[in-house]
């Protein structure tokens, strides 16, 4: 899944290198490529928060001298960290969920085709 995520992330780089402007409003692709890396960050937040063995299982191991933070206070702070981190994702995916929304309405409603259809 992060082998995906990183496919996705590669995959919006070269197509926003490209030298086609699009107007961030109708650009249906892009918001739907945004939507499915910050939809994947978001299910893998999730996963961590919810079915990760906690603080233990991950082997943390940092610079910050949390020793004298008793064992409850730490699992603690490794869940309120991972629970806002996880937050964050929910946040920025329903701003690229509104974004595709955005770009799907606004695609259809351009000028008419050369086919002269109002």
Same mark, same amino acid.
């Given at each position: %899944?992060?082998?995906?995520?990183?496919?996705?992330?590669?995959?919006?780089?070269?197509?926003?290198?490209?030298?086609?402007?699009?107007?961030?409003?109708?650009?249906?692709?892009?918001?739907?490529?945004?939507?499915?890396?910050?939809?994947?960050?978001?299910?893998?937040?999730?996963?961590?928060?919810?079915?990760?063995?906690?603080?233990? /299982?991950?082997?943390?191991?940092?610079?910050?001298?949390?020793?004298?933070?008793?064992?409850?206070?730490?699992?603690?702070?490794?869940?309120? %960290?991972?629970?806002?981190?996880?937050?964050?994702?929910?946040?920025?995916?329903?701003?690229?969920?509104?974004?595709?929304?955005?770009?799907?309405?606004? /695609?259809?409603?351009?000028?008419p085709g050369p086919r002269g259809l109002e």
């Amino acid at each position: %899944m992060v082998g995906g995520m990183f496919v996705l992330a590669g995959l919006m780089l070269i197509r926003s290198a490209s030298a086609v402007t699009r107007p961030p409003a109708t650009d249906v692709v892009g918001s739907g490529l945004g939507v499915l890396l910050t939809s994947g960050f978001t299910v893998f937040a999730g996963w961590a928060l919810f079915f990760s063995g906690g603080p233990s /299982a991950w082997k943390m191991s940092g610079s910050l001298p949390l020793g004298w933070l008793p064992a409850w206070g730490s699992a603690g702070l490794f869940y309120m %960290m991972l629970g806002i981190g996880a937050l964050l994702c929910v946040i920025l995916t329903v701003f690229a969920w509104r974004q595709l929304v955005r770009a799907i309405a606004s /695609a259809g409603s351009g000028p008419p085709g050369p086919r002269g259809l109002e």
